[in-house]
């Protein structure tokens, strides 16, 4: 389960050398926004070397590739699949389809280079553009690569001309709140993480705490970041405290009890399957944490 993943530019010696210690769940090395283009031959070889230094740690090592209609795209991909990091996340898809195109690249270089099958895997920014919105029911028919979902707004408020994306307390307007929701819809019915979008304002993080337990309250997982800063409150917000994982071991227990019912009291509410399914969640949440730090 990944709780957090932050962006560190490809062409940043200083920055990839400082990465591992922001205590992130993933890191992302991004070939994409964060380099300019005179820039992206270089960002491409020194992210190749970094993935082969840094390779064995525990810390997932993800790469934000160019999107799909650039000229960068395969060459990102023949330098980066061979390194074998846990993945690759692409921006700017416009459906299935073009993962479907990523992932067999990604096929031919895995059997080139002798990986097993599929440990390369794909984690698509699903709502930067208008046509992706519309299809982003297609990722219940999920591709296997596929991790989880994430989703981003400033292409897409760029694609529609919208002139801001949130309002004046920095809420999402109604555009993106629906973005957002789809995205999550579309995770669960993919059977994959749904990763909520970074928050740009990296100073504000009491309103980064709001937004991560809004977004927790809601079915996200995890949340990208972009400043380190923000690390430690995504991953305190995505993991569950003691006195949930205590009321979700006894749910569970008072099932065990009662195996043949379907309904039952608990301290005074009342409880169905649901929340059995929940608490389970919890829990499973809960050990995989503890056996990946």
């Avoid at 400043?227 to 995505?238: G, K, L, S, T």
């Avoid at 099932?255 to 301290?267: C, H, S």
């Amino acid at each position: 389960m990944l709780r957090s993943m932050i962006f560190v530019p490809g062409d940043s010696e200083k920055k990839l050398a400082k990465a591992m210690a922001f205590g992130a769940d993933g890191i992302v090395i991004d070939l994409e926004d964060s380099v300019v283009p005179q820039r992206k031959t270089l960002a491409r070889e020194m992210s190749r070397e970094y993935l082969k230094d840094v390779a064995g740690e525990k810390t997932e090592l993800w790469v934000r590739i160019n999107p799909l209609d650039s000229l960068e795209v395969l060459q990102d991909l023949a330098a980066i699949v061979p390194m074998s990091p846990a993945g690759v996340v692409i921006p700017k898809p416009d459906s299935l389809m073009d993962i479907e195109k990523i992932s067999n690249f990604i096929d031919i270089l895995e059997v080139e280079h002798n990986l097993k099958d599929s440990c390369v895997g794909i984690i698509p920014v699903v709502t930067e553009t208008p046509a992706a919105v519309l299809n982003i029911g297609d990722y219940q028919y999920s591709n296997s690569r596929i991790r989880a979902l994430t989703w981003g707004a400033e292409d897409l408020s760029a694609a529609i001309g919208a002139s801001t994306n949130v309002d004046e307390s920095g809420r999402w307007l109604p555009p993106h709140q629906v973005t957002r929701s789809l995205c999550l819809f579309a995770a669960y019915a993919a059977g994959v993480q749904a990763m909520d979008t970074v928050m740009a304002d990296f100073r504000d993080l009491g309103g980064l705490k709001k937004v991560c337990d809004e977004a927790r309250r809601d079915g996200y997982t995890g949340k990208l970041a972009i400043h380190p800063a923000q690390v430690p409150v995504i991953n305190d917000a995505f993991s569950p405290t003691e006195s949930e994982l205590s009321h979700a071991r006894a749910i569970i227990a008072a099932f065990a009890a009662q195996p043949n019912v379907g309904t039952l009291n608990l301290d005074g509410k009342m409880i169905d399957r649901p929340h059995l399914t929940q608490a389970e969640r919890i829990v499973a949440w809960a050990r995989e944490l503890g056996e990946s730090s």
